[in-house]
């Protein structure tokens, strides 16, 4: 089954729409959903063309497709366990929190807080990621714990901040804060970033670029191959008693 | 004139001897009285089990470290959200509530008054504003005095008097309620990151003994005739082997009061720990009830443990720090100038932990080998062994060996060989539940005289229904009833109109708050003594005249006097 | 009339020894405030009364007319932003709340933009903190980072840290000692017995490595982090684990700079980390007077501090979503009520740029930088002046201002209540 | 060579040579206006400072405490052997030449005090001057613990908006609050003025 979403153009387009109501098994019993646009609660109709080919009796079968403009359409895919969200354009924050299972593309740029605290299932997004990408929550001590996101354009600040399980791979440069607080999983990151796995616990932390002010407080082991490229190797953060490793290609303290 | 008529119910009374009698309750402009007119609104409780309204001795749900707690967990908030409802204001929180949270959910509960455990004194008007928006209680605070450099100057020169003069006008100024000790003397020491280990370590600086303070404060807390007697949480919480610690305490304290206990001792359970570390760590719950049962002078409360996430926080701000580099997670403390301190961490009891489940085996051993239901109350110390929402789960427990056999299967395997509870058949009855959790923890606050915890004529009509006919439930084996019922009432009924009915909150409301003034006379009265007052103006960072929480504080004004030798 | 032990409605620090005389329903003299506090005492030029925005031109209105204005504007509100808070006190606070929890609104407070970093860093790693009394009386280290409290808290060092005497020290002056950590030479460095500097976007390097130092690894640290020596750090490190008693009080510098957050979050774990050698403590300075009782309103009231999000109904809390800069930046809210702050003159210019195109109506004393952005504006006493209510002092200390002189402006309470009561009637009917 | 014999003979004149070798002059004698380095009498000092406060050498006299006395101490490398503070000091502790015959028998004396003023333009009100001032300390402890003022008798406290110098006089001149302004506000003036004393009465 695959469900399109067309969003139709609001006169308050500025104002955000909160549809966690849009994951795949919801529409294994129709398309009479909810979402809410501000304090207004609306029905799935008033805000998108929804069109419906073919049927299905497992989330696993179903597509939901979204399209125009939903770069402000927040906490898509929100505990998504199967299925799949083609996302044609940008996505607003929060799309695919907490998800276990399914898969999530996006074709435009994600914004902040994809795939917080997930733990299972599969983000792509080929544009770019905004802050706080494979995070956790305000508070919490563990982020993400499991899954991949994937990201092929740049990524922002805290970028798998409190990882604790899973795979996180960023093609482009990442921000400020890469990896904070990670306590497991890995970090892969193909571009430049900035204090890379600060104060980290566990885990493995990748730069395949340069570091930008390296936090000082890492032991440099040695020179190690990885995937064809000579990385150097640090180990965790002492500030923290840690035991984590961080690779990088180059680096520079702020000295 | 508003006039209630109760009729049909099942009445359980400690504080009468009522014990499952089916009479009517009659009820005007929020009082009990003997009958009503015909005009009254009827409520037909259908034979219901119908206790005087819940009382908590000893909860922590307003101030400065309850806040704290819901300040620095987010995370905790995410559970237990609910949005504005009716009468009901939006509440968050599942083991720091907010204080919608805690007073909608303690009114499901049939609560309908709830002491504070632990004030600091320079920050008792935060206490009263939470109180103010925990609208379906009466509340009173117990104010802490464990470190109070005034007190402790008084104590070291042997000036009983003194120390009384003192309390009295603490409590006056800051409209507590009865006193609290923490860890005596620990919280001082701990202000140079220093603790007492037992009852006889001198405070650094002040060279008086924990074992000095409680005595000399037990004697000042008589001298001025307070309701409640001296509330203790005894050094060394937490810690094994610290019930021989905590014995010696209690063996400090003499009857000085034909009223009622001359010692409160909180969450028993933290202090009736035995083995000499964590790895023989077990239960010596044994000894603490039997040297209680020989003493009426003192009463306890449990201080249960129920597995879960929960958040700890006392004014024992050294015993945070430990609680804190065992589990390295986040730690906030909170010093306060010449008083005391608190501190606050998460924490998940887990039944898969020995330790843990020792711990939540303890309580429940207390209660049931105390003779008296009257010398041992019910309380998780909220939220630090469990939040109280627990409460109904804690009754079934008590009230059924085939639950607690079923519970005891789950946890840690190595429990059995360290803890008596398995041997203990004791099942509490209805009549030592409503004890338990009303009529004792009114006694021993002393405010069964305000008209708490119990039903008589003049009494405060606070009522809770209970969707329960107790002939027809056999708790032992039906516990789940039990606890299904005190989770939520039928009518919870406070100041004479209903204000929560099966689980829903249906008005505003509004708080009463008990606060105790004791008369002096001039000579004793700290306002007008010279050396308070400069030593006030020079070490308090807040001036004397500012430091008196103000009558808009207290919506409803229960001022209590009493008539002090002194 | 000589008022005294008057509590001044500016800083943190909530000094209440404030004598304030006053002479024919004017504030003539203040005694014992600082510059700052003087000032706000002796405000003058109030607006008269409340004014509505009819083209280009300003209308006087009644209380009446404009409360409904308010009323009105945010009950048809989509995405309704509450926003400010931090300058009134804690009993209006309260009815903010109610008012964002019944129009489904956002209710924010300036903690967003001066310390919710703190905060979120608290709400990672919790905060050993105390009062200011236990400096005072105790404290023979006290660092100030990223903070010059000359210019913003004048009176914390006299009243509280570096001169004022204690219980526990002898000459408090003498035994005392003081560290800076800033960027720049601060007028606070002047007086400091050790100054440490360091390159912008360096504090958290230095903190990392303090901790690595106190834990005994100074031989991994480099030469020199961010500008500051091995030989500077490893004598820090010394010092702090030498005291008896360290407190630290970090401001902006520390809150705003690269990294935000996670830089308090390093600094209260090196505080952590002191405190199993000796007892040490950390404390924000925070800014408005009463930032930090709005904070604890939040708190028990919705149960998060700042940046609550109503909506959807429940509250829902994240910053850099549901605080106000974001959601100014982002456009995401249809009408604004201001109380108590001014952010025309503190927020990026994207996020005026929004708030000139929405309804917005403030609730202030004086004419200022956000009037220009109102549609009503409606004067109200001043806490602490012409009304009085509860505030919290930067270290969670509860004071209830007092009312030093009286006028017939209404107070922020008045006026919000008045709001939420047609409020409370139109969503009834 | 005819100059050479011309010395000679010139020098060589008994008249010259009796001249040279037994020419009388007046005895050497210190005249009373002559001031060499200033030496201790056996005066005790008291630590008033009043030698410090007028020596216009920079770094040329320091009172310090040694052990439990004070005691001026002249640094002759920087000493211009002005004086001033022989002339000074009440207690007679230093002496240098007959200056103090002198002042006596003309009654003159130095007054000398210390002047505190306060720039309001630059001064915060934050009260670290009158906190940290050692005299303020020592009158009014409860000004030293909260940074309020409670007693009159202090030098100096925030009253009315600004700094108030109400006790000038009880200035020693340490300079503390001029060190701990962060905006250097506050500035300690030494004043000195030449008075004549009255006649004794008889």
């Known amino acids: 089954m695959k469900v399109t979403l067309a969003m139709k153009p609001a006169a308050k387009w500025f104002i955000p729409i909160e549809a966690e109501s849009i994951v795949p098994k919801n529409f294994l019993s129709g398309t009479d959903l909810r979402v809410w646009r501000g304090n207004r609660e609306l029905r799935l109709d008033e805000v998108f063309s929804v069109s419906v080919e073919g049927d299905a009796d497992r989330a696993e079968d179903v597509e939901v497709v979204l399209s125009g403009d939903t770069f402000r359409l927040k906490r898509v895919g929100e505990y998504l366990d199967a299925g799949k969200i083609t996302v044609l354009g940008g996505i607003g924050m929060h799309c695919g929190n907490f998800m276990s299972g399914g898969t999530i593309e996006i074709h435009g740029n994600a914004d902040g807080w994809l795939g917080r605290e997930m733990a299972g299932g599969t983000i792509v997004c080929r544009g770019d990621a905004a802050d706080y990408c494979a995070s956790g929550y305000r508070g919490g001590r563990k982020g993400m714990k499991g899954g991949t996101v994937e990201v092929f354009g740049r990524a922002g600040d805290f970028l798998a901040e409190s990882l604790a399980g899973g795979t996180v791979i960023v093609h482009g440069d990442a921000g400020d804060m890469t990896g904070a607080e990670m306590r497991g999983g890995t970090l892969v990151v193909h571009g430049d970033c900035s204090r890379p796995a600060a104060n980290m616990k566990d885990g493995s932390c990748y730069v395949y670029g340069t570091a930008r002010g390296m936090i000082p407080t890492f032991k440099k082991i040695g020179t190690v191959q990885h995937d064809g490229r000579t990385l150097i190797r640090f180990s965790g953060d002492l500030a923290n008693r840690g035991k984590g490793n961080l690779f990088v290609k180059g680096y520079e303290y702020l000295d | 004139m508003t006039e209630l008529l109760v009729k049909n119910a099942c009445v359980i009374d400690p504080l009468r001897g009522i014990n499952g009698e089916t009479m009517d309750i009659a009820i005007r402009d929020g009082k009990i009285v003997e009958e009503v007119s015909d005009a009254a609104e009827v409520i037909d409780a259908r034979g219901m089990l119908t206790l005087p309204g819940g009382v908590?001795?000893?909860?922590?749900?307003?101030?400065?470290?309850?806040?704290?707690?819901?300040?620095?967990?987010?995370?905790?908030?995410?559970?237990?959200?609910?949005?504005?409802?009716?009468?009901?204001?939006?509440?968050?929180?599942?083991?720091?509530?907010?204080?919608?949270?805690?007073?909608?959910?303690?009114?499901?509960?049939?609560?309908?008054?709830?002491?504070?455990?632990?004030?600091?004194?320079?920050?008792?008007?935060?206490?009263?504003?939470?109180?103010?928006?925990?609208?379906?209680?009466?509340?009173?605070?117990?104010?802490?005095?464990?470190?109070?450099?005034?007190?402790?100057?008084?104590?070291?020169?042997?000036?009983?008097?003194?120390?009384?003069?003192?309390?009295?006008?603490?409590?006056?100024?800051?409209?507590?309620?009865?006193?609290?000790?923490?860890?005596?003397?620990?919280?001082?020491?701990?202000?140079?990151?220093?603790?007492?280990?037992?009852?006889?370590?001198?405070?650094?600086?002040?060279?008086?003994?924990?074992?000095?303070?409680?005595?000399?404060?037990?004697?000042?807390?008589?001298?001025?005739?307070?309701?409640?007697?001296?509330?203790?949480?005894?050094?060394?919480?937490?810690?094994?082997?610290?019930?021989?610690?905590?014995?010696?305490?209690?063996?400090?304290?003499?009857?000085?009061?034909?009223?009622?206990?001359?010692?409160?001792?909180?969450?028993?359970?933290?202090?009736?720990?035995?083995?000499?570390?964590?790895?023989?760590?077990?239960?010596?719950?044994?000894?603490?009830?039997?040297?209680?049962?020989?003493?009426?002078?003192?009463?306890?409360?449990?201080?249960?443990?129920?597995?879960?996430?929960?958040?700890?926080?006392?004014?024992?701000?050294?015993?945070?720090?430990?609680?804190?580099?065992?589990?390295?997670?986040?730690?906030?403390?909170?010093?306060?100038?010449?008083?005391?301190?608190?501190?606050?961490?998460?924490?998940?009891?887990?039944?898969?932990?020995?330790?843990?489940?020792?711990?939540?085996?303890?309580?429940?051993?207390?209660?049931?080998?105390?003779?008296?239901?009257?010398?041992?109350?019910?309380?998780?110390?909220?939220?630090?062994?469990?939040?109280?929402?627990?409460?109904?789960?804690?009754?079934?427990?008590?009230?059924?060996?085939?639950?607690?056999?079923?519970?005891?299967?789950?946890?840690?395997?190595?429990?059995?060989?360290?803890?008596?509870?398995?041997?203990?058949?004791?099942?509490?009855?209805?009549?030592?539940?409503?004890?338990?959790?009303?009529?004792?923890?009114?006694?021993?606050?002393?405010?069964?005289?305000?008209?708490?915890?119990?039903?008589?004529?003049?009494?405060?009509?606070?009522?809770?229904?209970?969707?329960?006919?107790?002939?027809?439930?056999?708790?032992?084996?039906?516990?789940?009833?039990?606890?299904?019922?005190?989770?939520?009432?039928?009518?919870?009924?406070?100041?004479?109109?209903?204000?929560?009915?099966?689980?829903?909150?249906?008005?505003?409301?509004?708080?009463?708050?008990?606060?105790?003034?004791?008369?002096?006379?001039?000579?004793?009265?700290?306002?007008?003594?010279?050396?308070?007052?400069?030593?006030?103006?020079?070490?308090?960072?807040?001036?004397?005249?500012?430091?008196?929480?103000?009558?808009?504080?207290?919506?409803?004004?229960?001022?209590?006097?009493?008539?002090?030798?002194? | 009339m000589i008022v005294k032990d008057a509590v001044c409605p500016f800083c943190g620090c909530l000094c209440d020894d404030i004598e304030v005389e006053v002479e024919e329903g004017r504030v003539v003299a203040v005694t014992n405030a600082c510059e700052l506090g003087t000032t706000k005492f002796m405000g003058e030029k109030r607006m008269k009364n409340p004014i509505l925005r009819v083209g280009d031109e300003w209308k006087d209105i009644t209380y009446d007319e404009a409360v409904k204005y308010a009323a009105d504007m945010l009950l048809a509100a989509e995405r309704p932003l509450l926003y400010g808070w931090s300058g009134t006190h804690g009993e209006a606070q309260c009815v903010g709340v109610h008012m964002a929890e019944l129009i489904h609104g956002v209710i924010d407070n300036t903690s967003s933009v001066c310390h919710g970093p703190s905060i979120l860093a608290i709400q990672e790693v919790g905060h050993p903190g105390c009062t200011l009394g236990v400096v005072k009386n105790r404290a023979d280290l006290v660092i100030y980072w990223g903070s010059n409290p000359i210019d913003a808290h004048p009176r914390h060092l006299s009243r509280y840290t570096r001169y004022a005497e204690g219980f526990f020290l002898e000459n408090a002056f003498r035994d005392r000692k003081v560290i800076v950590v800033d960027v720049r030479k601060t007028e606070s460095a002047n007086i400091a017995d050790e100054f440490i500097k360091i390159r912008p976007g360096g504090d958290y390097a230095v903190l990392s490595a303090l901790r690595a130092i106190v834990q005994g690894k100074a031989d991994t640290i480099p030469r020199t982090v961010a500008g500051v020596t091995r030989e500077q750090l490893v004598r820090v490190a010394n010092l702090c684990k030498s005291a008896k008693f360290g407190a630290v009080y970090f401001g902006l510098g520390l809150t705003m700079t690269q990294g935000k957050y996670k830089n308090i979050r390093n600094a209260i774990e090196l505080v952590s980390e002191l405190s199993r050698h000796t007892k040490f403590t950390i404390s924000a300075m925070r800014g408005h007077y009463n930032v930090y009782g709005s904070n604890e309103v939040n708190t028990w009231m919705t149960g998060y501090p700042f940046g609550i999000d109503f909506s959807r109904g429940i509250a829902f809390y994240n910053p850099g979503e549901t605080t106000a800069v974001d959601i100014l930046a982002r456009k995401e809210c249809d009408a604004a009520l201001i109380v108590g702050s001014d952010p025309a003159a503190h927020f990026p210019r994207k996020c005026l740029e929004h708030l000139a195109e929405i309804p917005v109506v403030q609730l202030d004393p004086y004419p200022n930088a956000t009037t220009a952005f109102c549609n009503v504006q409606i004067p109200v006493a001043v806490t602490g002046i012409d009304a009085e209510g509860t505030a919290y002092r930067m270290d969670g200390v509860p004071i209830r201002t007092r009312r030093v002189l009286s006028s017939d402006y209404l107070s922020d309470e008045e006026v919000l209540a008045r709001m939420y009561a047609l409020m409370q009637e139109a969503r009834e009917r | 060579m005819r100059s050479f014999v011309y010395y000679v003979r010139e020098f060589l004149r008994p008249e010259w040579i009796r001249k040279f070798f037994f020419a009388r002059t007046a005895p050497l004698e210190t005249p009373s206006y002559f001031k060499g380095y200033p030496t201790r009498t056996e005066k005790e000092c008291t630590g008033c400072f009043s030698c410090m406060m007028i020596c216009p050498a920079p770094g040329a006299i320091a009172v310090l405490r040694k052990k439990d006395e004070w005691g001026p101490e002249v640094y002759p490398g920087h000493c211009i052997r002005c004086g001033l503070c022989v002339e000074a000091c009440p207690e007679g502790v230093l002496s240098s030449g007959r200056i103090l015959d002198v002042t006596d028998r003309d009654r003159t004396a130095f007054a000398s005090w210390y002047h505190l003023e306060v720039d309001d333009n630059l001064c915060m009100r934050c009260g670290n001057c009158c906190v940290s001032c050692p005299v303020n300390r020592q009158i009014d402890p409860q000004l030293a613990g909260t940074g309020t003022s409670a007693s009159d008798e202090v030098i100096m406290r925030i009253e009315g908006g600004r700094v108030r110098i109400l006790h000038m006089e009880k200035c020693t001149g340490c300079t503390t609050c001029e060190t701990q302004c962060p905006n250097r506000a506050i500035r300690v003036a030494r004043m000195v003025e030449g008075v004549q004393l009255p006649e004794a009465e008889a």
């Open chain 2, 56 to 566: 908590d001795s000893h909860t922590h749900i307003c101030g400065t470290k309850v806040n704290f707690g819901r300040y620095m967990s987010p995370e905790d908030m995410r559970a237990g959200r609910t949005p504005r409802r009716g009468a009901m204001h939006a509440t968050s929180g599942y083991s720091v509530p907010t204080t919608y949270g805690n007073s909608y959910r303690y009114s499901v509960m049939g609560y309908t008054t709830l002491l504070e455990g632990a004030m600091a004194p320079l920050e008792a008007r935060h206490t009263h504003e939470e109180f103010t928006y925990t609208p379906l209680q009466d509340t009173m605070a117990n104010t802490l005095f464990d470190g109070n450099w005034a007190i402790l100057e008084a104590i070291r020169d042997g000036d009983v008097k003194r120390v009384a003069a003192i309390i009295a006008w603490t409590l006056k100024a800051v409209k507590g309620f009865g006193v609290k000790l923490t860890n005596p003397g620990g919280t001082e020491a701990w202000q140079w990151g220093k603790n007492v280990s037992c009852i006889r370590d001198p405070v650094p600086y002040f060279e008086v003994t924990p074992a000095e303070i409680i005595r000399s404060i037990v004697e000042a807390n008589e001298l001025l005739h307070l309701p409640h007697s001296v509330h203790l949480h005894c050094n060394n919480l937490g810690t094994p082997g610290n019930y021989s610690c905590t014995l010696g305490s209690f063996g400090l304290i003499p009857d000085l009061n034909e009223k009622r206990q001359t010692l409160y001792a909180t969450h028993v359970q933290f202090h009736a720990y035995g083995g000499s570390e964590w790895k023989d760590f077990c239960s010596k719950s044994e000894p603490i009830a039997r040297f209680v049962d020989m003493r009426p002078q003192i009463v306890m409360d449990m201080g249960q443990v129920m597995f879960g996430r929960t958040t700890t926080m006392t004014a024992d701000g050294p015993m945070e720090f430990n609680l804190y580099r065992l589990h390295h997670e986040k730690w906030s403390n909170h010093d306060v100038e010449l008083e005391t301190g608190s501190g606050i961490i998460p924490v998940i009891y887990r039944r898969k932990n020995l330790v843990n489940s020792i711990m939540w085996a303890i309580g429940l051993e207390l209660a049931l080998l105390t003779k008296s239901p009257w010398q041992c109350l019910l309380s998780t110390d909220n939220p630090n062994g469990a939040p109280f929402v627990k409460y109904p789960e804690i009754i079934g427990l008590l009230m059924s060996k085939r639950y607690r056999d079923a519970e005891f299967a789950t946890v840690h395997p190595d429990t059995e060989s360290r803890v008596p509870l398995p041997a203990i058949e004791r099942e509490l009855d209805w009549h030592e539940i409503a004890v338990m959790t009303r009529a004792g923890a009114a006694r021993a606050l002393g405010i069964q005289d305000l008209g708490k915890g119990h039903l008589a004529p003049g009494a405060d009509a606070d009522v809770a229904i209970y969707p329960l006919k107790i002939d027809e439930v056999d708790p032992s084996a039906e516990y789940q009833k039990v606890i299904d019922a005190f989770s939520r009432t039928e009518y919870t009924i406070k100041r004479g109109r209903v204000v929560a009915r099966r689980g829903e909150c249906l008005v505003h409301g509004s708080n009463a708050t008990l606060w105790v003034a004791p008369k002096v006379s001039d000579g004793y009265d700290m306002g007008k003594d010279p050396d308070f007052i400069e030593k006030f103006d020079r070490y308090y960072t807040v001036r004397m005249s500012n430091y008196p929480v103000q009558e808009e504080y207290v919506t409803r004004n229960r001022r209590i006097e009493t008539e002090a030798e002194l």
